[in-house]
């Protein structure tokens, strides 16, 4: 028994000393986070201009579902991240925030885009934000969803470029 007690309280003293460093060293790996993500953002604004989407500004809600009357953003745009909507939107206090994502445009810009919806109106507000607050509301995952969506596009431009040298291949080989 005293070695079972031995071995729990030597996990404990470690578990409080990884503790205090944890707590000691946010800020720097905060701030390289948020240079890193810079970085990768204005990498990838070239590329987002081709995969990204527009999305919507604004449009109206038809009895089953579809939207109809819509109105996009003209800068195109990959969603990294969703989090627990604030209550209200910055721009009208009077709208509450259906959904909240973070955006990346083609510029390279992170956005907050704040979806609200009256049942019959969907409309958005697109807020500006620093990397270092993207980061702080949407969390280290939208750095890995930056990759991850850079990573994916590459595959399947891979495996396009495969599917069309092997036309070609068949193209030629009937002459």
Do not use: H, W
């Amino acid at each position: 028994m005293d070695e079972i007690e031995k071995g729990f309280s030597a996990i404990v003293k470690e578990l409080k000393e990884l503790q205090s460093e944890k707590e000691e060293i946010p800020d720097e790996i905060r701030e390289r986070g948020s240079t890193l993500l810079q970085r990768m953002a204005k990498s990838a604004s070239p590329i987002i201009k081709t995969i990204g989407l527009n999305l919507l500004e604004k449009g109206k809600s038809g009895t089953s579902g579809e939207i109809y009357d819509s109105l996009f953003y003209t800068k195109k745009m990959i969603v990294l991240g969703k989090t627990e909507p604030e209550k209200y939107r910055p721009d009208d206090i009077n709208k509450k925030v259906d959904t909240q994502l973070c955006a990346l445009s083609e510029d390279g810009e992170f956005f907050e885009v704040m979806y609200s919806s009256d049942g019959f109106i969907i409309d958005s507000y697109l807020n500006p934000l620093s990397t270092t607050e993207a980061l702080d509301i949407y969390g280290n995952e939208i750095t890995f969803m930056l990759y991850r969506a850079l990573r994916d596009y590459l595959v399947e431009e891979r495996d396009l470029v495969d599917a069309l040298g092997k036309t070609l291949e068949y193209i030629y080989s009937e002459e």
